[in-house]
Antibody
Framework: QVQVVESGGGVVQPGRSLRLSCTASGFTFSNYGIHWVRQAPGKGLEWVGI????????YYADSVKGRFTMSRDNSKDTVNLQMNSLSDADTAVYYC?????????????WGQGTTVIVSS | EIVMTQSPATLSVSPGERATLSCRAS??????VAWYQQKPGQAPRLLIFGASTRATDIPARFSGSGSGREFTLSISSLQSEDSATYYCQQYSDWPPRHTFGQGTKLEIK
C-alpha cells in the first residue's frame, strides 16, 4: 500500500548531528515532493521543510534554515534529513509526508513519525 | 512569516451537534489554507484544502469556508470519532514557509 516510513531517530547530545530517513513504497516516488513536519512533546505541528519531486528545490522553516538539509535519492525512494547543531528546541517527533503532487504544499500520506531527543 | 491563529484553544460539543473552529491569518492568503485532523498518537490527516475542498474520502460532515484572513472549519452531526486536534495551515507565501496554527482541541461531551 501507499506509505512512507521514517527512521533514524534517537537521543543525541546538544550540538551534535543526526540524520533521519524517509522511505516510500506503493507509489512512484519520483513524482512527489516530500515534506518534513515536527511536533514537540505536547505541542502543535511545525512545518520543517519540503524537497521537490526531483530534488532541485528545497525550502526550510526559519527555525532550521542553515542547520537542516534535505536530500533525496529517487533510485532508492528515500529522502534524508540531515540535522546539524541540534539543540533542546529540536526535540520532537519528526514526520515525513508526501505532497499531493510534485511541488504541492499539501500533505496526503504521513508516516508514523520518528522521535528525536536532544539531551545531554 | 505569516502567523495563523486558531480559536478557541479547546472546544467541547455534544454528539450530534455542530462544531465551528476558526483560523485567522496575519495577512491575506486568498484561499490558500488547509485543515488537518490529528488524533492522539496518530499522524495528521488532510481534511480540507483550498479553504473549502474536501480531501479524498473525507465525509461531507466536514466543511470549510473563508477567504482572505478569516477561515472556518465546520463539523456537523458530531460523532465521538471526531474527537481530535484540528490544525489550519497556510500555503500562500513564497518562498514556502507553510506555517500551522497552534491547533484547536475538539472534545465530544
Amino acid at each position: 500500500q501507499v506509505q512512507v516510513v521514517e527512521s533514524g531517530g534517537g537521543v543525541v547530545q546538544p550540538g551534535r548531528s543526526l540524520r533521519l530517513s524517509c522511505t516510500a513504497s506503493g507509489f512512484t516516488f519520483s513524482n512527489y515532493g516530500i515534506h518534513w513536519v515536527r511536533q514537540a512533546p505536547g505541542k502543535g505541528l511545525e512545518w520543517v521543510g519540503i524537497i521537490w519531486y526531483d530534488g532541485t528545490e528545497t525550502y526550510y522553516a526559519d527555525s532550521v534554515k542553515g542547520r537542516f538539509t534535505m536530500s533525496r535519492d529517487n533510485s532508492k525512494d528515500t529522502v534524508n534529513l540531515q540535522m546539524n547543531s541540534l539543540s533542546d528546541a529540536d526535540t520532537a517527533v519528526y514526520y515525513c509526508a508526501r505532497g499531493t503532487y510534485s511541488t504541492s504544499p499539501l500533505m496526503d500520506v504521513w508516516g508514523q513519525g520518528t522521535t528525536v531527543i536532544v539531551s545531554s | 512569516e505569516i502567523v495563523m491563529t486558531q480559536s478557541p484553544a479547546t472546544l467541547s460539543v455534544s454528539p450530534g451537534e455542530r462544531a465551528t473552529l476558526s483560523c485567522r491569518a496575519s495577512q491575506s492568503i486568498s484561499i490558500n489554507v488547509a485543515w488537518y485532523q490529528q488524533k492522539p498518537g496518530q499522524a495528521p490527516r488532510l481534511l480540507i484544502f483550498g479553504a473549502s475542498t474536501r480531501a479524498t474520502d473525507i465525509p461531507a460532515r466536514f466543511s470549510g469556508s473563508g477567504s482572505g484572513r478569516e477561515f472556518t472549519l465546520s463539523i456537523s452531526s458530531l460523532q465521538s470519532e471526531d474527537s481530535a486536534t484540528y490544525y489550519c495551515q497556510q500555503y500562500s507565501d513564497w518562498p514556502p514557509r507553510h506555517t500551522f496554527g497552534q491547533g484547536t482541541k475538539l472534545e465530544i461531551k
